[in-house]
C-alpha cells in the first residue's frame, strides 16, 4: 500500500461546478497536509497549507482533514477554466519530509 | 514567498553525458531540496541541499549520481551524471524559508536523455 494514494483523474466538469478533490494515507503521525497546483509546464504552486486537523477556508478553496479516516480533501467551489491544472496533495510528519499523492489532472469546461 | 529560478529551463542531454542544474533563489533560505518528477508519477525527494556539507540523499540516490553543492543560503546545483534515458524527467528545486514552513518550487528542469 502507498504511503498516500490519490486517484489520477483525469476529471472534468462544467464551469461553476463544485469540484472535491481526495487523498488518503496510511501513516497516523503524519500532521501535515498540503495541496498543490500544478500547471502545465510549471513547478507545483502552494495552494493550501494544514496543520494537525480541522477545516480551512481560503476564498473558493476549502481543505478539509479528518485524521479519524486518514482522509483529506479540497473542495473548489464555483470553478473556473483558471482552476485547470494538476492537484497535488502532500502530507507528511514534517512540512517538508512530504509523501506526495500522484495528482490529480483537472479540467473545467467553459 | 521566495522567487526561485531554475537554469536550464529544459535540455536534450546524450547518454553518458552530465548535466548541472542550477536553483537561485532571491532571498536566503534555511532549507533547499531536489525532487524529480517522473510522467505521470508523483514527486520524489532525491536529497536535502545542505549549505556548507554533503547534501543528504534519500534511499535510492547516491552522491556519485547525483552530487549537490550549496555553497550559501540562496544557491544550489543538481548534476546529473553520466545520463542514461531513464534519467528523462523533470528536475524541481524547493526551498523552505525556515523548519517546518512550507515547500516552494521553482519551475524544474525538464530533461530529455537520447
Known amino acids: 500500500q502507498k504511503e498516500v494514494e490519490q486517484d489520477p483523474g483525469p476529471l472534468s466538469v462544467p464551469e461553476g461546478a463544485i469540484v472535491s478533490l481526495n487523498c488518503t494515507y496510511s501513516n497516523s503521525a503524519f500532521q501535515y497536509f498540503m495541496w498543490y497546483r500544478q500547471y502545465s509546464r510549471k513547478g507545483p504552486e502552494l495552494l493550501m497549507y494544514t496543520y494537525s486537523s480541522g477545516n480551512k477556508e481560503d476564498g473558493r478553496f476549502t481543505a478539509q482533514v479528518d485524521k479519524s479516516s486518514k482522509y483529506i480533501s479540497l473542495f473548489i467551489r464555483d470553478s473556473q477554466p483558471s482552476d485547470s491544472a494538476t492537484y497535488l496533495c502532500?502530507?507528511?510528519?514534517?512540512?517538508?519530509?512530504?509523501?506526495f499523492g500522484q495528482g490529480t489532472r483537472l479540467t473545467i469546461n467553459p | 514567498s521566495a522567487v526561485i529560478s531554475q537554469k536550464p529551463s529544459r535540455d536534450i542531454c546524450q547518454r553518458g553525458t552530465s548535466l548541472t542544474i542550477q536553483c537561485q533563489v532571491d532571498?536566503?533560505?534555511?532549507?533547499m531540496f531536489w525532487y524529480r518528477q517522473q510522467p505521470g508519477q508523483s514527486l520524489t525527494l532525491i536529497a536535502t541541499a545542505n549549505q556548507g556539507s554533503e547534501a543528504t540523499y534519500e534511499s535510492g540516490f547516491v552522491i556519485d549520481k547525483f552530487p549537490i553543492s550549496r555553497p550559501n543560503l540562496t544557491f544550489s546545483t543538481l548534476t546529473v551524471s553520466n545520463m542514461s534515458p531513464e534519467d528523462s524527467s523533470i528536475y524541481l528545486c524547493s526551498v523552505a524559508q525556515e523548519l517546518n514552513s512550507p515547500l516552494h518550487f521553482g519551475n524544474g528542469t525538464r530533461l530529455t536523455v537520447t
Open positions: 502532500a502530507i507528511g510528519q514534517g512540512a517538508q519530509k512530504l509523501v
Open positions: 532571498s536566503q533560505v534555511t532549507m
